[in-house]
Nanobody
Framework: QVQLVESGGGLVQAGGSLRISCAAS????????MGWFRQAPGKEREFVAG????????SHANSVKGRFTISRDNAKNAVYLQMNSLKPEDTAVYYC???????????????????WGQGTQVTVSS
């Protein structure tokens, strides 16, 4: 069982930056693939970025590629999402998720992730 707690969300102006964090419980964090998803009002939850258990492999959605960067610190049981050049369309609740299966490739489907945090709100004003 893994518990995930996101933090660091808030209000930022367009063009600004924000880093959100996810703290994980459990001794097997370094065997889990991790992902960030987001859900805007009236829209489905979508994949934003994912990272392999070792941190060597990452994947980012086309909509955030070049602006967002996922990273992890296995010593701290934490995963991060650095968000730069934010746009109003990035406004959403951002969720951290854990995939316990140790896949060779980054999972982008919601159903691949067994554990979810409660989310943190990110609002980008124009």
């Amino acid at each position: 069982q893994v518990q995930l707690v996101e933090s660091g969300g808030g209000l930022v102006q367009a063009g600004g930056s924000l880093r959100i964090s996810c703290a994980a419980s459990g001794r097997t964090f370094n065997s889990y693939g991790m992902g960030w998803f987001r859900q805007a009002p009236g829209k489905e939850r979508e994949f934003v970025a994912g990272i392999s258990p070792s941190g060597r492999i990452t994947s980012h959605a086309n909509s955030v590629k070049g602006r967002f960067t996922i990273s992890r610190d296995n010593a701290k049981n934490a995963v991060y999402l650095q968000m730069n050049s934010l746009k109003p369309e990035d406004t959403a609740v951002y969720y951290c998720a854990a995939d316990p299966r140790g896949r060779a490739q980054i999972a982008t489907m919601l159903s691949s992730y067994d554990y979810w945090g409660q989310g943190t709100q990110v609002t980008v004003s124009s």
